[in-house]
């Protein structure tokens, strides 16, 4: 039989898309089943973006664009970091990719080499550590947890720099727990980084506008390390936008250089349709993104009362993004019919078996304690979905 690459075989599957791959199967085959496993908003593109991407095919928008992306939109994404964040960027320092998970996979595979450390405070997106891994890179996990609400200390930050480090790799609003860091807090880790000269930092701000506190906060806005902040957004969830797969970086013009080359290589611009839309979805204050957001987090709260009622959860009170990530250790060692619970993803297999509710085990994002639910869905699924986790987890003892 003929053998694979290693990169290929040492590379695990996306254990988001793993659960969302089994709960359409298993719907396939005529269950009932409600997924709350993957990351993405029940609602439709607001009409105005829609109407944009109809207009650029009759425009005749049809050809290869530049790599990085069409200059007004560039420049688009210039005005709105200046507007929203108070960021100056010009537009040979923006490079616009498929989804904001290759603006990741372009800086680390342009910034790291073998060997090279990079921090991650864990839980952390599935992603990263395996992007880490492909460059030859080293993940250096800085473990949080519940009662810390998932943040990072000055402490630990410090004490995982080394010699190899060269990146810190971290998303606020995160995804998976939904932990918002405050200016204060990312201050205390700026100042930090201006210890360490070499060290990149890889500010992930897809959930940026999924914010239940106020005004998000970058830490680029640090000119002390501002040079060195790599920052990754897109359109995704704040504007319902998975399926256009539009991701933008914004660095200093030697990186956005660096992975302007790199993705000519590999894909090339984005699609060129779904560009002409994204300038629209950014470039206006819309009714409609309104809305997503104060469903949002109707659906957090609505989500958080219903879990708190659940005996041997516990649950803390996510700031961003869409995601709950509850504390289940209490349920190892329990057992229902002959399955034993040891770990979130045994406790994951049993809800999908027995609740028909599909969710991702912690464990994909680093933590052997939790696991994943995205509120992402409509409130009668939430509810619904909820109750039977509720009565599931009752039968375990």
């Excluded at 998970?101 to 800086?107: F, S, T």
């Excluded at 806005?221 to 704040?238: L, P, Y």
Aim: glycine share 6%; charged share 25%; hydrophobic share 40%.
């Amino acid at each position: 039989m003929m053998k694979l690459a290693d990169r290929i075989e040492s590379l695990h599957e996306s254990q988001t898309i793993a659960m969302a791959r089994i709960s359409r199967e298993l719907r396939e085959q005529g269950h009932d089943i409600i997924s709350l496993s993957l990351g993405e908003p029940d609602f439709v593109t607001p009409a105005y973006i829609r109407e944009a991407a109809k207009k650029a095919i009759d425009d005749g928008y049809t050809h290869y664009p530049p790599i990085s992306g069409y200059m007004d939109l560039r420049q688009a994404i210039c005005d709105k970091l200046k507007r929203e964040n108070n960021l100056t960027y010009t537009p040979d320092q923006i490079v616009v990719s498929t989804g904001a998970k290759q603006c990741i996979a372009n800086a680390v595979l342009c910034t790291i080499n073998p060997g090279d450390e990079v921090i991650v405070p864990s839980p952390y997106w599935v992603s990263y550590s395996q992007i880490i891994q492909l460059a030859g890179g080293v993940p250096v996990f800085i473990p949080t947890d519940i009662a810390s609400d998932f943040k990072i200390t000055e402490k630990q930050l410090s004490n995982a720099i080394t010699s190899k480090t060269r990146m810190f790799i971290f998303s606020s609003p995160c995804n998976p727990t939904g932990t918002v860091y405050t200016r204060d807090e990312l201050k205390v880790l700026a100042s930090v980084f201006e210890k360490h000269e070499n060290i990149f930092i890889l500010s992930d701000e897809i959930y940026e506008h999924i914010n239940f506190i106020g005004k998000h906060e970058s830490i680029a806005q640090f000119d002390s390390i501002r040079s060195r902040v790599i920052i990754v957004n897109g359109v995704s969830k704040s504007y319902a936008m998975t399926g256009w797969r539009i991701g933008y970086l914004a660095a200093e013009k030697f990186l956005a250089q660096a992975c302007d080359k790199m993705q000519g290589q590999f894909t090339s611009a984005a699609s060129s349709i779904a560009q002409r839309a994204t300038i629209a979805a950014i470039s206006r204050d819309d009714a409609e993104n309104k809305i997503m957001f104060k469903a949002f987090e109707r659906r957090r709260d609505l989500v958080l009362k219903l879990l708190k009622e659940i005996p041997g959860l516990k649950v803390n009170q996510p700031q961003g993004a869409f995601y709950v990530f509850p504390d289940v250790s209490a349920f190892f060692g329990k057992q229902y019919n002959g399955t034993v619970i040891h770990t979130p993803e045994d406790l994951c297999m049993f809800l999908l078996r027995d609740a028909r509710v599909s969710l991702v085990t912690g464990e994909a994002f680093g933590d052997n304690q939790c696991i994943r639910i995205s509120y992402a869905a409509a409130d009668e699924d939430l509810v619904k979905a909820i109750g039977r986790i509720s009565e599931s987890l009752a039968k375990l003892n």
